[in-house]
């Protein structure tokens, strides 16, 4: 997700689906999903748009922002780690033209940017969750099974009223 529109429109296609922040249903887009972890997670916008980005990821057992890895220089990522290892708090998960990046607490490694991407300082490059669950890396999380649910109560909605 982008949490900004990089060049959406209404004539994309037959019917624009945007995701988060950034967007204006009836505007851009036909309908926005709202992304925020809230009461409104999932819902369609028909008019109007999602809620502001709040720069901050969602709290996981007291962690915000230290559970996001974040690359502290440009370059490319060598990981020292796989997905769904066990991390101890300061083992080394990846370096970054000898930077090591180094776990912050316990936890599960949940994502990691792909070797191939270039990166720049600050560019989220990781997941740390402390919940310590492996199977969560291999499976849907609730909130993209609440965000896809609103992207196919809008496609269903849009059948509907196109058949009437």
């Given at each position: 997700?982008?949490?900004?529109n ?5 004539s ?22 709202e992304?925020n972890?809230?009461h409104?997670?999932g819902?369609v ?20 922002a ?6 502290p ?15 101890k708090?300061?083992q080394?998960?990846a370096?970054?033209a ?23 300082p600050?560019?989220?490059?990781g997941?740390?969750?402390p919940?310590?669950v ?18 196919l109560e809008?496609i ?9």
């Open positions: 997700m982008a949490k900004k990089t060049g959406t429109s209404l994309d296609a037959p019917l624009v689906i945007a995701l988060g922040p950034g967007f204006t249903a009836k505007l851009d887009c036909h309908a926005v999903i992304t972890r809230s409104w997670l819902r916008i028909y008019e109007g748009t999602a809620q502001p980005d709040t720069r901050k990821p969602g709290a996981v057992k007291g962690h915000v230290d559970r996001v890895l974040r690359a220089v440009a370059g490319h990522v060598t990981p020292a780690a796989k997905l769904g290892d066990f991390i708090q300061d080394i998960i370096t970054i000898d930077q090591a990046i180094r776990a912050p607490f316990d936890g599960v490694l949940r994502g990691l940017i792909h070797p191939d991407v270039a990166v720049t600050g560019f989220k490059i997941d740390l969750d919940r310590g492996r199977e969560h890396c291999f499976s849907i999380s609730e909130k993209s099974l609440a965000v896809a649910g609103g992207v809008a269903l909605a849009d059948e509907v009223s196109r058949d009437q």
